[in-house]
């Protein structure tokens, strides 16, 4: 298959965050793999200085530029301070711009604190409206052309309404909103905007959340095989070089992707019909499954 418009990184430079572990520390890797400059944004120290060890082993350029810049980006402030301080430290614009910093804390909405709620929709959707909003005034003010943005949401991003998730879905969904805005306005900049939406990734913030998550919602996910964080990071960039908006790297993601498109492009017009056909068949019929797992619980969590 012929791969149309692949996307140059070369002597580019990326910001990663989230690029300490899991899906931004592979993203960060295949970067570093196409000649990208590369700094990635966490807030632990010590977990930053170790991934860049570790991205160091992938350069192709013994010049090739990686860093680290600590910053908890649900702070405008210390965002803004981070893609400066990336900037100022490589001496090059960054441009090509990864929001992969997330968390998730599942739980039952009745049993959840405050604090959960709070604690997601920061890391996940004020850090990446932050980041992009720091990193496109930089980019805007410098007069940088042939721009990426790309956000990562999940498949819950898409109407799919997990049980276990209610602290984490709306912050993916916002992240959707924002992407299908920025979609249209950032092309006054010839800025690109992608939005990934994965299933399962095999990471240490997956490790993480599986300690607070309901035994039915592990049920209800382990219906669909995860990825690594690697195998990730590739079916992202693939989508980048084909220009895909929404981009999705397994069949549940194509098939919520399709039935739930409202006016977003189509990547594949044959393909992405044959998602919706089986999708407007099959996802009745799963709604109604997840309800009767969940009305099972009831007579569990009563006993
Ligand atoms: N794993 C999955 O099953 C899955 C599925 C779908 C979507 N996703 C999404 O994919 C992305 C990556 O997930 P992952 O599983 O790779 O996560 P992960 O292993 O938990 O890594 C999260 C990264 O984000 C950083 N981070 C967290 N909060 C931050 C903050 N406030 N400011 C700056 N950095 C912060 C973490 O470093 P520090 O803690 O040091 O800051 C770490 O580098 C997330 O957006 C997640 O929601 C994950
Ligand atoms: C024909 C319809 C079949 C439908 C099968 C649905 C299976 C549902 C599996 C959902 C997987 C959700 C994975 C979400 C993962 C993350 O977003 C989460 N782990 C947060 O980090």
Redesign the pocket.
């Known amino acids: 298959m012929i791969t149309k418009n692949i996307v140059n990184y070369d002597k580019k430079h990326s910001f990663v965050?989230?690029?300490?572990?899991?899906?931004?520390?592979?993203t960060a890797i295949e970067l570093i793999k196409r000649g990208s400059n590369v700094t990635?944004?966490?807030?632990?120290?010590s977990?930053?200085s170790k991934?860049v060890d570790e991205l160091t082993k992938y350069k192709v350029y013994d010049d090739q530029y990686i860093g680290y810049t600590?910053?908890?980006?649900?702070?405008y402030s210390?965002?803004i301070s981070a893609l400066n301080k990336a900037k100022r430290d490589s001496g090059e614009t960054p441009s090509m711009i990864f929001?992969?910093?997330?968390?998730?804390t599942p739980g039952w909405f009745a049993e959840m604190s405050v604090d959960n709620f709070m604690k997601d929709m920061?890391?996940?959707y004020?850090?990446?409206l932050w980041t992009v909003k720091a990193a496109t005034s930089i980019i805007i003010q410098d007069g940088i052309k042939d721009s990426h943005v790309t956000l990562?949401?999940?498949?819950?991003?898409f109407p799919l309404g997990l049980p276990g998730y209610s602290s984490?879905t709306p912050?993916?969904h916002a992240?959707r909103g924002l992407g299908d805005t920025l979609r249209t306005e950032l092309q006054l900049y010839d800025i690109r905007t992608h939005v990934?939406?994965?299933?399962?990734?095999?990471?240490?913030?997956?490790?993480?959340?599986n300690e607070t998550k309901p035994a039915l919602t592990k049920k209800i996910e382990g219906a669909a095989d995860?990825l690594t964080?690697q195998e990730?990071a590739i079916a992202l960039l693939k989508g980048i070089d084909k220009d895909e908006y929404q981009i999705t790297s397994d069949f549940v993601g194509s098939l919520i992707k399709n039935i739930s498109r409202g006016a977003s492009p189509t990547n594949n017009i044959l393909i992405d019909t044959f998602y919706l056909l089986i999708a407007a068949i099959a996802f009745p019929f799963w709604r109604i499954y997840m309800d009767y797992l969940v009305k099972s619980e009831k007579k569990v969590k009563n006993h």
């Open positions: 965050t989230g690029g300490s572990q899991g899906l931004g520390l592979s990635i944004c966490a807030r632990n120290k977990k930053l991934a600590i910053a908890d980006l649900s702070d210390q965002t929001c992969c910093a997330g968390c998730s920061q890391t996940n004020y850090s990446a990562v949401s999940s498949v819950l991003g984490y912050s993916k992240i990934y939406f994965p299933g399962t990734i095999y990471t240490p913030g997956y490790e993480t959340e995860g964080p990730c």
